[in-house]
């Protein structure tokens, strides 16, 4: 299963690769509030396999980031950390999905108006979020006794406990885990986090202004 995301987005390239004789000069890939276009791809490396590099990046940060979890927090377990893993794939899944649909879709006209973007980016990545609730549901009994015996080191906004070891910690409240923003990594795995919404900006950016010219 932990292939599957990178299968999509590969299949995606080849079939954008195969295609690239039919694919047209330009397309939309932006709307506004009016649903006018106001974004456009082009026939370019960039524009064409953007939308994959960006899928790619957000896929492998995910599997960085669920690999880190496992290292750097002692006490979560073997058993829970494959878990964990197995939960996220959902997720890796369906970011993987919407951005090969994208790819492939919007230059062979597959929307013309912003609506059928969003429902299928809706739809895909609601699957996605319920399947990985679902499995991580099941490791409530195996996360509880993971929690620290008391609240130091939370507060209403972010945990910092300097006397524990881990860089995560599951959530007292709700399901996944948070940052303890005393552990000497919690800054670099938060840029890391931070790092696929960063990179689209800027690839969306750059072919806007590509597009623009």
């Given at each position: 299963?932990?292939?599957?995301a990178?299968?999509?987005?590969?299949?995606?390239?080849?079939?954008l690769?195969?295609?690239?004789?039919?694919?047209?000069?330009?397309?939309?890939?932006?709307?506004?509030?009016?649903?006018?276009?106001?974004g456009?791809?082009?026939?370019?490396l960039?524009?064409?396999?953007?939308?994959?590099?960006v899928?790619a990046?957000?896929?492998?940060?995910?599997?960085?980031?669920t690999?880190?979890?496992?290292?750097?927090?002692?006490?979560?377990?073997?058993?829970?950390?494959?878990?964990?893993?197995?939960a996220?794939?959902?997720?890796?899944?369906?970011?993987?999905?919407?951005?090969?649909?994208?790819?492939?879709?919007?230059?062979?006209?597959?929307?013309?108006?912003?609506?059928?973007?969003?429902?299928?980016?809706?739809?895909?990545?609601?699957?996605?979020?319920?399947?990985?609730?679902?499995?991580?549901?099941?490791?409530?009994?195996?996360?509880?006794d993971?929690?620290?015996?008391?609240?130091?080191?939370?507060?209403?906004?972010?945990?910092?406990?300097?006397?524990?070891?881990?860089?995560?910690?599951?959530k007292?409240w709700?399901?996944?885990?948070?940052?303890?923003?005393?552990?000497?990594?919690?800054?670099?795995?938060?840029?890391?986090?931070?790092?696929?919404?960063?990179?689209?900006?800027?690839?969306?950016?750059?072919?806007?202004?590509?597009?623009s010219?």
């Amino acid at each position: 299963m932990k292939w599957v995301a990178p299968a999509l987005l590969s299949l995606a390239a080849l079939v954008l690769a195969v295609a690239w004789g039919d694919l047209p000069p330009r397309w939309p890939v932006h709307w506004g509030v009016s649903g006018q276009v106001d974004g456009w791809a082009s026939k370019t490396l960039l524009g064409v396999f953007g939308p994959l590099v960006v899928g790619a990046c957000i896929w492998a940060t995910i599997a960085i980031v669920t690999r880190l979890i496992a290292v750097t927090s002692p006490k979560i377990a073997e058993k829970t950390a494959v878990a964990m893993a197995d939960a996220l794939q959902f997720v890796q899944i369906a970011v993987a999905l919407i951005f090969a649909m994208l790819a492939v879709w919007l230059p062979f006209g597959g929307s013309r108006s912003p609506l059928g973007v969003v429902l299928m980016a809706l739809v895909i990545s609601g699957a996605g979020i319920v399947g990985a609730m679902l499995r991580f549901s099941k490791l409530k009994p195996t996360l509880s006794d993971m929690a620290l015996a008391n609240d130091e080191g939370w507060n209403a906004l972010y945990y910092r406990n300097a006397k524990d070891p881990r860089l995560w910690v599951p959530k007292r409240w709700g399901i996944g885990w948070t940052i303890n923003f005393a552990h000497r990594l919690a800054w670099p795995m938060l840029l890391l986090c931070l790092s696929p919404a960063l990179i689209a900006i800027v690839i969306l950016l750059t072919v806007a202004t590509h597009a623009s010219r």
